[in-house]
């Protein structure tokens, strides 16, 4: 295998160990075998499981990004574009926990590195919004009486809170598989049809 071949096998692997087994189950031997490759083989590519469970996050997001923006801009009607891209980001939210379960532990150690992501993710994100609100307006869907970009960050936030509303309310140990995004992508749908009438 190549470099870069083996690197995206590790990922693979590691990306379906996360997702069966949970970050604190996986052991770099459940990824090696998943990826076909010895152990010592996944050191000369990643330090340890945390590198390797931060790469395949990183990658999954930006997969699921560039996914969720292609899928929006297939769709003909503004309106159906932003009602698709707020729900929709809810509605995935709960595949993205499946691969994250993660002990109170590790969650606390690897933090900081959510937290680069999500800065990076969010300003990708709301540049994307800002551009669908930027066009709702221009067709006169939307009547604006702050910048797209603040309104942008407005439904942003929202959708962001309706997804931690659900986590809440099931407590912090539920199993992602638990959780139902329904009620949070109905209440997201309401809000944004109320904002383009």
Request: proline share 2%; aromatic share 12%; hydrophobic share 45%.
């Amino acid at each position: 295998m190549k470099e870069n071949t083996k690197r995206a096998a590790i990922l693979k692997a590691g990306s379906a160990c996360f997702t069966r087994f949970g970050y604190d189950k996986t052991n770099l031997d459940d990824i090696g075998k998943q990826a076909g490759l010895n152990k010592a083989s996944l050191y000369y590519y990643f330090k340890n499981k945390e590198e390797i469970f931060v790469a395949v996050i990183f990658q999954e997001t930006e997969a699921f990004a560039q996914d969720l923006q292609s899928k929006t801009e297939a769709l003909t009607d503004v309106r159906q574009q932003i009602v698709f891209y707020l729900t929709e980001r809810i509605r995935r939210y709960g595949e993205v926990l499946l691969l994250t379960q993660l002990s109170v532990e590790n969650l606390r150690k690897l933090e900081p590195q959510f937290d680069v992501l999500y800065k990076e993710t969010k300003t990708q994100e709301l540049h994307f919004l800002t551009e669908l609100l930027q066009k709702a307006a221009a067709q006169k869907v939307l009547l604006l009486e702050e910048t797209p970009a603040h309104l942008a960050e407005h439904l942003f936030y929202l959708s962001d809170a309706l997804k931690q509303a659900v986590v809440q309310q099931k407590g912090t140990f539920a199993t992602a598989g638990s959780m139902d995004f329904a009620p949070a992508i109905v209440e997201m749908e309401f809000w944004v049809n109320l904002i383009l009438r």
